[in-house]
């Protein structure tokens, strides 16, 4: 009844609330390739164009109804996250006591932080079921499963690397913990023989991607916004923010602490099994991509909320090993109580928490402004997703094209995309500039340069280009 209902009131938050800055983005960029556009190339993008083209077809059947397309892409997010519980509670059993593992599945839907980021319309929550599937069959492989398990999960860590690369920091680090869980050289010549083969599984989605890309024209532009500018962005552009990524975890601890402590606790126990063995793979790898994760979030200069996702399903592991460990009934029925109450808590911030509350009025009233072919300058959440781009700096565009220009002198890439949108200012002006006022930087490329052909309207931060 808690999985059911917590699934039920995570619709109607997928109906209600407001959207995030990156839902925009990704559904903007599908939109864009059925207008026969192409990412890296006529508009700015920093991720594997998988999750587009896979949302291209709904663009175009909700085209003109922003909701609708943001509830019909959530709604698929949703059901991919009723997948990622039950493969969950499937990956659990092994390491509990008892057999009814349905129970574990809580752990995860009385997250908000993790059901918030796995219904946003992102690559993530693709990225993260296929690795959780991978994980899971991959540990069956090791428990002396078939050789198909093996091949299944390397199919299924090479779809989650063609949606979103992160997925090969989480492959490494399960690799990792495979290495600490293996008793002897037969289990080491086992584990190398599934490997073999998992990347062989592996290949095939990641070569027919890489064909795909290829052959659309844009290998190298792909490769350097996918690699060389999003390492420059995330690694190098500013100084390290420990504090930004403490806040984070903070955070996340203070929302969801019936995961974390008892997950901590779980990190302990891998440790000791570790030091004393024989050791169960699950409990090793989750342990070795909780710690490696953690670590990365506190070297990036972006440590988001989201960036946690790929990390969570191991941390509950952990935490569902600890929890089933104790044998009081009072304890175990406190869990049990305030595990369900974890998901009232879900219900509640289901009801009451949104983002971007004026974007919906702005979408709108561009919307009944323009005409389809009017070009604007307009960023992500407040884009009304089925208009053209008159830069190809339209995600906080001053950010980026900062960005872009440093990466281009550090690196030798040719700053021919601040060209293109020096050019469009001329060429192809935007009827529309918005520039959010919490949010100046947002502002697109050299605005004040062009301020003057403009004239604020009505709607604080919204400006019209004025008549010829």
Partial sequence: MALAGGLVLLLVHAARSGCDHDEVEHLHAAWLITQGQKPFQDFVETHPPSIHYLLAPLTRALEGSPRGLVFAARTLDLALLGIALAVFASLSRPLLRSRRTGWTAILLLGCFFLVRNSMEVRPDPWMNVLSLIGFWQWCAYLRGGSLGRAAVAGLCFGLATVFLQKAAAFIGLVGVGTMLALPDRNALVRAAKGAALGVAAAAVPLGAFALAVWRAGYWGDFVFWNYTFNRFYYLEMNPLSPTGAAATVGISIGEDPVLWL???????????????????????????????????????????????????????????????????????????????????????????????????????????????????????????????????????????????????????????????????????PPIYVYIPEDEPTWAPFEFAQHRGRYHPTNVPGLWQLASP
């Fill in 262 to 428: 008892p997950g901590l606790f779980g990190l302990a126990i891998a440790a000791r099994s570790i030091l004393r063995r024989p050791v169960q793979p699950e409990l090793t790898a989750a342990a070795a991509v909780v710690v490696g994760m953690l670590a990365a979030m506190f070297r990036t200069n972006w440590p988001f909320s989201h960036n946690l996702l790929l990390m969570q399903p191991s941390l509950a592991l952990l935490a569902a090993v600890a929890l089933d460990r104790i044998t009081s009934q009072r304890w175990r029925s406190l869990i049990g109580a305030l595990l369900v109450l974890s998901v009232v808590k879900v219900g509640v911030l289901s009801l009451v928490y949104t983002e971007g509350r004026n974007a919906p009025s702005i979408q709108q009233l561009l919307l009944a402004s323009t005409r389809p072919s009017d070009p604007l300058a307009v960023p992500p959440p407040y884009n009304p997703i089925f208009r053209p781009n008159a830069f190809f700096f339209w995600v906080i565009s001053e950010g980026f094209s900062i960005a872009y220009l440093e990466c281009c002198r550090r690196y030798g890439c040719p700053p021919g995309k601040v060209d293109q949108d020096r050019r469009a200012w001329h060429q192809r």
